[in-house]
C-alpha cells in the first residue's frame, strides 16, 4: 500500500478534486451535444453553436489549470498525482479535438455536413457520456466493475470511430474531385477521431485507477 493510501484513511473526502473533475466531464457531454447539435443545424444557425463550444472548451481548459493548481497546493491526494495529472489532461484533449473540428469547419466554411461527420460526433457524444459515468463513480471507488464497464465502452466506440474514418477517407478519395473540398473533409474527420482516440486515453487512466484500487 502506497504513503499516499495510507493517508487517505486519515483524512475527510476530498471535497476539491472530485467537484473538479465532475465539472470537466459534464461540460465535456455540453460540447459533445453541442457539436452533434451544429452538425445537424441548417447551416445559418451553426454559428450560435460553434460560439458555445468556444465558450466550453474555455471552461474546461479553466478546470485543468484549476486542478493542476490544487495538485501543487495539496500534498495528499484521492489517487495517484500522475492519475490526477493524465485525467484532467487527457478530458482536455478530447475538448480541444473536438473544438478544432468545429473550429476547422467554420473557418473552412464546410456547408454540407456528410454522413460520417454526424456518426462521429454521435461516437463522441456517447463516449464522453461514459466517460461521465464513470467519473461520478470515482468519488467513493466502490462500484470499480461501473467504471470498468464504461472503459471498455468507450473502447469499442473508438474503434467503431477508427472503422468511420478509414471508410471515410477512402470515400472522398473515391467520389470527391476538388482538391480543396478533399483537404477540408479530411482535416475535419482528423480531428474528430482524435477526439475519439483522447476519449480512449481519459479511459485508459480511468482503467489504471481502477487496477490501483481493486
Do not use: W
Not at 78 to 95: G, N, T, Y
Not at 170 to 189: C, G, M, P, Q, R
Amino acid at each position: 500500500m502506497s504513503l499516499n493510501s495510507i493517508f487517505q484513511f486519515l483524512v475527510p473526502k476530498d471535497k476539491k478534486f472530485f467537484p473538479l473533475f465532475e465539472q470537466a466531464s459534464q461540460n465535456l457531454i455540453l460540447l459533445a451535444e453541442t457539436l452533434h447539435e451544429a452538425v445537424n443545424a441548417p447551416k445559418l444557425e451553426r454559428e450560435n453553436y460553434f460560439r458555445k463550444i468556444e465558450e466550453l472548451e474555455a471552461i474546461i481548459e479553466e478546470i485543468t489549470h484549476k486542478t493542476h493548481l490544487e495538485l501543487s497546493r495539496n500534498f495528499i491526494t484521492p489517487f495517484d498525482r500522475e492519475d490526477i495529472f493524465a485525467l484532467v489532461k487527457s478530458m482536455d484533449d478530447v475538448a480541444d479535438y473536438m473544438h478544432g473540428a468545429a473550429s476547422r469547419m467554420r473557418l473552412y466554411q464546410v456547408e454540407k455536413i456528410t454522413k460520417s461527420i454526424r456518426k462521429l460526433t454521435e461516437i463522441n457524444l456517447e463516449a464522453c457520456q461514459h466517460i461521465g459515468i464513470a467519473i461520478k463513480e470515482l468519488k467513493d471507488l466502490k462500484n470499480l466493475k461501473a467504471i470498468a464497464d464504461a472503459c471498455k465502452k468507450i473502447n469499442k466506440l473508438e474503434s467503431k470511430a477508427d472503422n468511420v474514418f478509414d471508410k471515410a477517407v477512402a470515400d472522398i478519395f473515391e467520389n470527391e474531385t476538388d482538391a480543396k473540398n478533399i483537404i477540408k473533409y479530411k482535416e475535419v474527420l482528423s480531428a474528430l477521431e482524435s477526439a475519439s482516440d483522447k476519449c480512449k486515453s481519459v479511459a485508459n487512466v480511468l482503467e489504471s485507477v481502477v487496477v490501483k484500487h481493486s
